[in-house]
């Protein structure tokens, strides 16, 4: 049935081409309260930029456009006809996008989503299948209305875990920076904890996937040792102990061998430690010698005496290392 009032639409169908433009609202949709409202159609117009077959390209300006639907929405509810009716008008915006890019800019204006929450329950679905119009409105309609119900419920998710960060009494700062560095924290002792056991593995283990031979740990008694120190003295005191009990026994006694095999052994470990050492001292010398060498080239011709200082604070003759 006819609806008996005049029903704002646009007289006539679009022309096609450069010129093309989006239809003019008839006088019939101002309001009745004899103030002045804004050219809907017009606004809209200004605001998008549309090929020739009158798809949106893009959203020249987001503040006009967003005020040109809220009236649309206010004046098609403002209608007193039939749902089919108030379809039907909200189907001349024409809002056909080529793409959806500015979607979540247009869903960030105020009142938009308001808006368009409450003008969905007056549409009539069954005009929806004979007009690309309405049907290009309620694709448009239902895309902006997803994306802000997903900004809500992100931040609501957000609210919820600054809540219960609160409720652990951590230090009063703001929550974003506060996740954060909790973020950040576990992040890098993870990392640590992967580092540390990647090392032990490392450490266990050759190139080849063989067990890694340990290696001989220098004693702390023994890595400081110094010519004529008790430290030396004592060693080589503990390394002639096995000589001299030998020499000193009857040719009748016999020392027991397991006294001898410790002795042995103390002697083999003091060896092995000794030669470590020295291995230790001639890699320190080389590289102290290497950067000497370096602070030579660059400050020559001063005087170098300092070698010999450095040469008597590790205790290595250079005669000795000559040959090096």
């Known amino acids: 049935m006819a609806p008996n009032h005049p029903i704002p639409t646009t007289p006539c169908k679009n022309p096609i081409g450069p010129a093309a433009k989006l239809p003019h ?42 005020q040109a639907v809220i009236g649309f929405c206010r004046v098609a509810a403002g209608i007193p006809g039939t749902w089919a009716d108030c379809t039907q008008y909200l189907g001349t915006m024409q809002l056909c996008f080529a793409d959806q890019a500015n979607f979540p800019h247009i869903a960030k204006q105020k009142g938009l989503f308001n808006s368009l929450t409450a003008t969905l329950p007056v549409i009539d679905c069954s005009a929806t299948n004979n007009s690309i119009d309405v049907q290009s409105f309620l694709t448009f309609a239902d895309a902006i209305l997803q994306i802000e119900k997903n900004q809500q419920e992100v931040q609501c998710q957000q609210e919820a875990e600054d809540q219960d960060i609160n409720m652990l009494d951590l230090p009063s700062i703001h929550s974003g920076k506060r996740q954060a560095n909790i973020s950040l924290a576990y992040k890098l002792d ?59 026994a009857d040719d009748d006694t016999l020392l027991p061998h397991a006294n001898l095999q410790k002795h042995c052994d103390a002697i083999q470990l003091a060896a092995q430690q000794q030669l470590y050492s020295l291995n230790i001292a001639l890699q320190t010398y080389r590289l102290i010698s290497t950067c000497l060498d370096c602070l030579v080239k660059t400050l020559s011709p001063s005087d170098i005496d300092c070698t010999r200082d450095l040469l008597n604070d590790l205790q290595v003759s250079p005669e000795v290392l000559s040959p090096f």
């Open 25 to 66: 609202a008839p006088p019939t949709t101002c309001p009745s309260s004899g103030q002045n409202s804004p050219d809907n159609f017009a606004l809209l117009q200004c605001s998008v930029k549309c090929d020739m077959h009158q798809v949106i390209l893009a959203v020249l300006q987001l503040p006009l456009f967003t």
């Open 190 to 248: 993870l990392l640590a904890h992967c580092f540390d056991t990647l090392s032990l593995f490392l450490s266990q283990t050759e190139p080849n996937g063989k067990p890694k031979p340990k290696k001989l740990k220098v004693l702390p008694a023994f890595s400081h040792l110094k010519p004529g120190s008790k430290a030396m003295l004592l060693l080589l005191g503990q390394v002639n102990a096995t000589p001299e009990a030998v020499q000193l």
